[in-house]
Protein backbone atom coordinates (compact mmCIF):
# COMPACT_ATOMS: atom_id res chain seq x y z
CA UNK A 1 0.00 0.00 0.00
CA UNK A 2 1.05 3.65 -0.36
CA UNK A 3 2.36 6.15 2.47
CA UNK A 4 0.38 8.95 3.65
CA UNK A 5 2.57 12.64 3.86
CA UNK A 6 0.93 15.92 5.03
CA UNK A 7 2.41 19.22 3.94
CA UNK A 8 3.52 20.99 6.97
CA UNK A 9 3.38 24.62 5.13
CA UNK A 10 -0.46 24.31 4.97
CA UNK A 11 -1.92 22.62 8.38
CA UNK A 12 -1.53 24.21 12.14
CA UNK A 13 -0.38 27.17 10.36
CA UNK A 14 -0.13 28.95 13.98
CA UNK A 15 2.48 26.95 15.30
CA UNK A 16 6.37 27.16 13.65
CA UNK A 17 7.17 24.74 10.84
CA UNK A 18 9.29 22.69 13.54
CA UNK A 19 5.72 22.19 15.51
CA UNK A 20 3.94 21.38 12.53
CA UNK A 21 6.05 18.64 11.64
CA UNK A 22 5.90 16.80 14.94
CA UNK A 23 2.37 16.97 15.00
CA UNK A 24 2.35 15.67 11.47
CA UNK A 25 4.73 12.78 12.45
CA UNK A 26 2.91 11.78 15.92
CA UNK A 27 -0.30 11.59 14.04
CA UNK A 28 1.92 8.71 11.54
CA UNK A 29 1.98 11.07 8.50
CA UNK A 30 5.47 11.65 6.60
CA UNK A 31 5.94 15.15 6.17
CA UNK A 32 6.66 17.55 3.35
CA UNK A 33 7.67 21.35 3.06
CA UNK A 34 8.20 23.88 0.31
CA UNK A 35 11.13 26.36 0.31
CA UNK A 36 13.92 24.64 2.61
CA UNK A 37 15.80 28.18 2.45
CA UNK A 38 13.31 29.67 4.80
CA UNK A 39 13.50 27.07 7.49
CA UNK A 40 15.60 25.99 10.13
CA UNK A 41 17.16 22.67 8.48
CA UNK A 42 18.94 21.77 11.84
CA UNK A 43 15.49 22.05 13.89
CA UNK A 44 13.54 20.17 11.39
CA UNK A 45 16.06 17.37 11.45
CA UNK A 46 15.65 17.02 15.41
CA UNK A 47 12.00 16.35 15.59
CA UNK A 48 12.48 13.35 13.91
CA UNK A 49 9.73 13.22 11.57
CA UNK A 50 10.43 11.55 8.05
CA UNK A 51 10.68 13.93 5.33
CA UNK A 52 8.99 12.81 2.16
CA UNK A 53 9.72 15.78 -0.04
CA UNK A 54 11.07 19.26 -0.31
CA UNK A 55 11.28 22.16 -3.28
CA UNK A 56 13.88 20.65 -5.68
CA UNK A 57 14.95 24.57 -6.62
CA UNK A 58 14.66 28.04 -5.51
CA UNK A 59 14.85 30.28 -8.46
CA UNK A 60 15.12 29.85 -11.92
CA UNK A 61 12.92 28.09 -14.93
CA UNK A 62 12.81 25.39 -17.58
CA UNK A 63 11.79 27.71 -20.63
CA UNK A 64 15.14 29.66 -21.20
CA UNK A 65 18.73 28.76 -21.02
CA UNK A 66 19.88 31.58 -18.31
CA UNK A 67 16.58 30.37 -16.25
CA UNK A 68 17.70 26.99 -16.40
CA UNK A 69 21.37 27.54 -15.54
CA UNK A 70 19.95 29.13 -12.63
CA UNK A 71 17.47 26.66 -12.15
CA UNK A 72 20.30 23.61 -12.29
CA UNK A 73 22.54 25.38 -9.33
CA UNK A 74 20.05 25.70 -7.02
CA UNK A 75 18.51 22.29 -7.64
CA UNK A 76 22.03 21.43 -6.29
CA UNK A 77 21.40 23.10 -3.10
CA UNK A 78 18.42 21.66 -2.98
CA UNK A 79 20.32 18.35 -3.22
CA UNK A 80 22.37 19.38 -0.66
CA UNK A 81 19.23 20.06 1.60
CA UNK A 82 17.53 17.11 0.77
CA UNK A 83 20.58 14.90 2.03
CA UNK A 84 20.34 17.05 5.49
CA UNK A 85 16.91 15.57 6.29
CA UNK A 86 17.39 12.20 4.38
CA UNK A 87 13.90 13.40 2.11
CA UNK A 88 14.19 10.92 -1.03
CA UNK A 89 12.65 13.65 -3.54
CA UNK A 90 12.77 17.27 -4.63
CA UNK A 91 9.67 18.89 -6.09
CA UNK A 92 10.22 20.57 -9.34
CA UNK A 93 7.71 23.07 -11.06
CA UNK A 94 8.67 25.25 -14.39
CA UNK A 95 9.20 28.48 -13.16
CA UNK A 96 10.41 30.40 -10.11
CA UNK A 97 8.85 30.80 -6.72
CA UNK A 98 7.55 33.23 -4.45
CA UNK A 99 8.47 34.35 -0.96
CA UNK A 100 5.98 31.72 0.59
CA UNK A 101 7.84 29.23 -1.97
CA UNK A 102 4.92 29.25 -3.62
CA UNK A 103 5.33 28.56 -8.32
CA UNK A 104 3.88 31.94 -9.91
CA UNK A 105 6.23 33.60 -12.13
CA UNK A 106 4.64 33.93 -14.95
CA UNK A 107 6.42 33.19 -18.50
CA UNK A 108 4.07 32.55 -21.01
CA UNK A 109 0.69 34.25 -22.07
CA UNK A 110 -1.97 32.99 -20.51
CA UNK A 111 -3.82 32.45 -24.36
CA UNK A 112 -0.97 31.12 -25.59
CA UNK A 113 1.52 28.10 -24.69
CA UNK A 114 5.47 27.19 -24.24
CA UNK A 115 7.24 27.88 -27.49
CA UNK A 116 9.31 24.40 -29.34
CA UNK A 117 12.58 26.23 -27.85
CA UNK A 118 10.65 26.08 -24.21
CA UNK A 119 10.35 22.49 -25.00
CA UNK A 120 13.75 21.76 -26.01
CA UNK A 121 15.12 23.37 -23.43
CA UNK A 122 12.95 22.11 -20.91
CA UNK A 123 13.84 18.98 -21.84
CA UNK A 124 17.55 19.37 -21.95
CA UNK A 125 17.46 20.74 -18.31
CA UNK A 126 15.24 17.81 -17.02
CA UNK A 127 17.19 15.31 -18.42
CA UNK A 128 20.34 17.22 -16.64
CA UNK A 129 18.55 17.50 -13.36
CA UNK A 130 17.69 13.64 -13.35
CA UNK A 131 21.22 12.76 -14.12
CA UNK A 132 21.85 14.75 -10.94
CA UNK A 133 19.27 13.09 -8.73
CA UNK A 134 20.86 9.29 -9.97
CA UNK A 135 24.18 10.57 -8.82
CA UNK A 136 22.86 12.05 -5.26
CA UNK A 137 20.38 9.04 -5.06
CA UNK A 138 17.17 11.52 -4.98
CA UNK A 139 14.21 11.64 -7.40
CA UNK A 140 12.86 15.05 -8.87
CA UNK A 141 9.66 15.18 -9.48
CA UNK A 142 7.64 17.56 -12.10
CA UNK A 143 4.29 18.22 -10.39
CA UNK A 144 1.50 19.89 -12.44
CA UNK A 145 -0.03 23.37 -11.83
CA UNK A 146 -3.39 24.65 -12.89
CA UNK A 147 -3.41 27.52 -14.79
CA UNK A 148 -6.92 28.62 -14.46
CA UNK A 149 -6.86 29.56 -10.51
CA UNK A 150 -3.77 29.17 -8.93
CA UNK A 151 -0.71 29.90 -11.15
CA UNK A 152 -2.06 31.57 -15.11
CA UNK A 153 1.46 31.96 -17.05
CA UNK A 154 3.28 29.19 -15.28
CA UNK A 155 5.07 27.03 -18.10
CA UNK A 156 4.52 23.33 -18.73
CA UNK A 157 1.63 23.31 -16.23
CA UNK A 158 -0.85 20.75 -17.47
CA UNK A 159 -1.15 17.09 -16.31
CA UNK A 160 -0.73 16.38 -20.03
CA UNK A 161 2.11 18.42 -20.60
CA UNK A 162 3.69 17.24 -17.08
CA UNK A 163 3.28 13.64 -18.45
CA UNK A 164 4.47 14.22 -21.51
CA UNK A 165 8.14 15.98 -20.61
CA UNK A 166 8.98 13.40 -17.75
CA UNK A 167 8.03 10.26 -20.55
CA UNK A 168 10.30 12.16 -22.80
CA UNK A 169 13.04 12.36 -20.60
CA UNK A 170 12.80 8.61 -19.24
CA UNK A 171 15.22 8.66 -17.04
CA UNK A 172 14.35 6.78 -12.97
CA UNK A 173 15.96 10.70 -11.86
CA UNK A 174 12.78 12.13 -13.21
CA UNK A 175 9.32 11.36 -12.17
CA UNK A 176 5.87 13.19 -12.29
CA UNK A 177 4.18 14.37 -9.01
CA UNK A 178 0.47 14.17 -10.11
CA UNK A 179 -1.78 16.53 -8.22
CA UNK A 180 -4.89 15.78 -7.91
CA UNK A 181 -6.00 18.98 -6.98
CA UNK A 182 -4.43 20.94 -10.15
CA UNK A 183 -5.34 17.91 -12.37
CA UNK A 184 -9.15 18.10 -11.54
CA UNK A 185 -9.25 22.07 -12.20
CA UNK A 186 -7.45 21.83 -15.22
CA UNK A 187 -8.11 19.02 -17.03
CA UNK A 188 -10.29 16.22 -14.64
CA UNK A 189 -10.73 12.26 -15.37
CA UNK A 190 -8.22 12.00 -12.40
CA UNK A 191 -8.39 8.05 -12.32
CA UNK A 192 -7.25 7.84 -16.11
CA UNK A 193 -4.47 10.20 -15.17
CA UNK A 194 -3.14 8.18 -12.52
CA UNK A 195 -3.61 4.98 -14.44
CA UNK A 196 -1.70 6.12 -17.25
CA UNK A 197 1.35 7.90 -15.24
CA UNK A 198 1.35 4.44 -12.77
CA UNK A 199 1.47 2.39 -15.87
CA UNK A 200 4.26 4.25 -17.43
CA UNK A 201 6.29 4.08 -13.99
CA UNK A 202 6.43 7.62 -14.11
CA UNK A 203 4.76 8.39 -10.68
CA UNK A 204 7.06 9.81 -7.81
CA UNK A 205 4.45 10.71 -5.76
CA UNK A 206 0.84 12.37 -5.73
CA UNK A 207 -0.22 15.44 -4.10
CA UNK A 208 -4.01 15.80 -2.81
CA UNK A 209 -6.40 18.47 -1.86
CA UNK A 210 -10.22 18.75 -2.75
CA UNK A 211 -11.67 21.38 -5.13
CA UNK A 212 -13.27 23.89 -5.02
CA UNK A 213 -11.18 26.01 -1.95
CA UNK A 214 -8.31 23.47 -1.97
CA UNK A 215 -9.07 21.90 1.24
CA UNK A 216 -8.88 18.35 2.59
CA UNK A 217 -10.76 15.39 0.99
CA UNK A 218 -14.15 15.31 2.02
CA UNK A 219 -14.93 18.77 1.15
CA UNK A 220 -15.75 19.66 -1.98
CA UNK A 221 -16.37 17.50 -5.78
CA UNK A 222 -13.45 14.88 -5.99
CA UNK A 223 -14.30 11.40 -4.99
CA UNK A 224 -11.29 10.56 -3.37
CA UNK A 225 -12.20 7.62 -1.85
CA UNK A 226 -12.87 5.96 -5.60
CA UNK A 227 -8.89 7.02 -6.35
CA UNK A 228 -7.80 5.37 -3.10
CA UNK A 229 -9.35 2.12 -4.68
CA UNK A 230 -7.94 2.68 -8.25
CA UNK A 231 -4.94 3.17 -6.84
CA UNK A 232 -4.89 0.38 -4.76
CA UNK A 233 -6.30 -2.09 -7.74
CA UNK A 234 -2.97 -0.91 -9.53
CA UNK A 235 -0.51 -1.69 -6.79
CA UNK A 236 0.41 1.94 -6.44
CA UNK A 237 3.08 1.71 -3.38
CA UNK A 238 4.38 5.05 -3.39
CA UNK A 239 3.51 7.95 -1.11
CA UNK A 240 0.02 9.66 -1.18
CA UNK A 241 0.70 13.48 0.03
CA UNK A 242 -1.93 15.83 1.72
CA UNK A 243 -0.95 19.68 0.11
CA UNK A 244 -4.41 21.15 1.18
CA UNK A 245 -5.41 23.87 3.15
CA UNK A 246 -7.42 22.82 6.37
CA UNK A 247 -10.81 23.84 6.19
CA UNK A 248 -10.83 23.87 10.19
CA UNK A 249 -8.94 21.96 12.99
CA UNK A 250 -6.16 20.34 11.24
CA UNK A 251 -6.26 17.74 13.49
CA UNK A 252 -9.32 16.65 12.13
CA UNK A 253 -8.16 17.73 8.30
CA UNK A 254 -5.73 14.88 8.77
CA UNK A 255 -8.14 12.70 9.73
CA UNK A 256 -10.21 13.04 6.80
CA UNK A 257 -7.21 12.92 4.68
CA UNK A 258 -6.17 9.54 6.59
CA UNK A 259 -9.67 8.29 6.30
CA UNK A 260 -10.08 8.81 2.39
CA UNK A 261 -7.35 6.81 1.95
CA UNK A 262 -7.73 3.76 4.08
CA UNK A 263 -9.51 0.97 2.49
Not at 209 to 233: F, K, M, Q, S
Request: glycine letters at 10%; one cysteine or more.
Amino acid sequence: MYTLAVCAETVFRDLPIEERARHIHQAGFQVEIWDWTRHDLEALARTSAEFSSTTGHVRGTLTDPDGAAELLRTAEESVKAAEHLSCPRLNLHGTGLDGEGLPVVPVVPVSGGATGEMWITAHRTLTRLAELGEGAGVTFTLENLNTAVDHPGVPFATAAETLALVAAVDRPGLRMNPDLYHAQIGEGNLIELVRRAHDGGLIGEIQVADVPGRREPGTGEINYPAVARALAELGYDGTVALEAWASGDSHTALERFRAAFTL
